[in-house]
């Protein structure tokens, strides 16, 4: 090849070159219309319908030529950023929220333009030790010990609990031919990743064990002991007692310390999965309700819900960093490089993932620059919001409410003059929708279809709280004098 067509395909590429300095207004251009899009938030809908967007005209395709970005921008925020649930709102109170504080987003700006492959402490080692920091605050804010303790940075908590389910596997020492006689034990209530987990770990033929719930919709320790000392008997191999620290249905917080003690009496690898209510732990109350948390050997926990980070910032926490390294370090002929330096252990040695992205800043930058103090009076203004609401709400007129929060979420169902529960709830429940300006979720409980509360987007304060009061008020009175 002659150096001509060579220097002629060098020009065409350096077109990625897309440096602040020479292009500064796109750079200018993307931040105003952030800035703007922040602005605007109040006054959005929290949900548009697809039914209710009749201008949308579908994402065009690529070129070989590039276009200019003013039109871009407006494309995306018609068919991108419109349509579905406005995550940025808070009026966001259906699906477990976070927000994305605008820190996270400036971390991020930093992480994929300086592009630190972060996999393996040889290629960055300030960057795996900025991470490492970041896990270490976390092991000790759910009271992991602080010699041994340790975990990685995931996509969320899907990916943590497959990490944990593999260590526990990989620690009990079964065998394939054992799988059908692990017994794994868990309620109803655990969120379906947990599930998702043991298929993936290749353990879909072992026997899952739902142990039954108070009324409350908390695991029964007794009821515990007994399926896992009866297992025993039979001839199953106890690996895993899932607990959760916050239910997604209806925010239940099993009684962790109870059972702790019997996961520690059985040799049992205990995994709390605390993807929504880890956070919590920063308030006087969340220690007090979590406690026992300290005595898992895996806790899950998602900074994009608790601290309202971005979509995709997970942990895995465990309490022997070891066990992690054990069941997924893997050596390569091509890193044997890596192996001259290690002073920390790397992510790519504690989890599945090789690539992965310098989620670190996102979570870094925020809790540096900002201070934890905020972070823990959002947490405790969630609390109390979720408590008004649950006050409030239940002097409408035929609103039924299901056990106080423990959390943030609860949920509620709509009787009026004996008319079918189901049918006038999802009717609420549409309206609401349509009405678009907060959003609502729903859940099924026993046949009974309920709408959910989730209130933990940092976006959310008294007035959205109003407002959804105001809405149900409103469209139930109108939906009793309809008949």
Known sequence: MSTNRLKELEQQARLLE???????????????????????????????????????????????????????????????????????????????????????????????????????????????????????????????????????????????????????????????????????????????????????????????????????????????????????????????????????????????????????????????????????????????KLKGIEKADSVVIDPHKGLFLPFGSGAILVRDQKQLYNSQHLPANYMQDTMSNQGELSPADLSPELTKHFRGVRMWLPLRLLGIKPFRAALEEKLELARYFYQEVQKIPAIKVGPDPELSVFYFHFQPDGRDANLVTKQLLDEIHKDGRVFLSSTTIDGTFYIRVAILCFRTHLEHVQLALDIIREITSRITKSR
């Not at 207004?25 to 006054?43: G, R």
């Not at 991470?131 to 340790?150: A, D, F, R, Y």
């Not at 879909?204 to 002991?225: G, N, S, T, W, Y």
């Not at 025993?232 to 239910?247: C, H, V, Y």
């Open 18 to 288: 897309m440096a602040p300095s020479k292009e500064p207004s796109i750079v200018d251009d993307i931040v105003e219309f952030t800035d703007q899009w922040i602005q605007s938030l109040p006054k959005e809908k929290s949900f548009y319908r697809d039914e209710d967007l009749k201008n949308l005209k579908g994402l065009k395709g690529f070129s070989e030529e590039g276009e200019g970005l003013a039109a871009l921008l407006s494309e995306f925020n018609e068919e991108v950023l419109v349509p579905g649930i406005n995550g940025g709102s808070g009026g966001h109170m259906g699906y477990i929220p976070g927000g994305g504080i605008y820190a996270s987003a400036l971390g991020d700006y930093l992480a994929a333009a300086t592009n630190k492959y972060v996999g393996v402490y040889y290629a960055a080692p300030g960057a795996v030790k900025l991470e490492n920091q970041l896990i270490k605050w976390m092991c000790n804010l759910v009271g992991l010990p602080e010699s041994t303790s340790g975990g990685n940075l995931t996509s969320g908590g899907s990916m943590a609990s497959l990490i944990a389910m593999v260590a526990a596997r990989e620690l009990s020492g079964v065998k394939a031919k054992d799988f059908e006689r692990c017994a794994i034990y868990y309620t109803h209530h655990a969120h379906h990743s947990s599930t998702k987990a043991i298929i993936n770990a290749g353990l879909k033929e072992a026997k899952i064990r739902h142990v039954p719930m108070d009324e409350k919709f908390r695991m029964k320790p007794l009821e515990l002991q007994k399926m896992i000392e009866e297992d025993k008997e039979r001839g199953l191999i106890p690996l895993m007692i899932m607990a959760s620290a916050g239910t997604t249905d209806v925010g239940a917080v099993d009684p962790l310390d109870a059972i702790g003690e019997i996961a520690n009496a059985h040799n049992i690898w205990y995994n709390v999965d605390a993807a929504y209510g880890g956070f919590f732990t920063l308030t006087e109350y969340g220690k007090k």
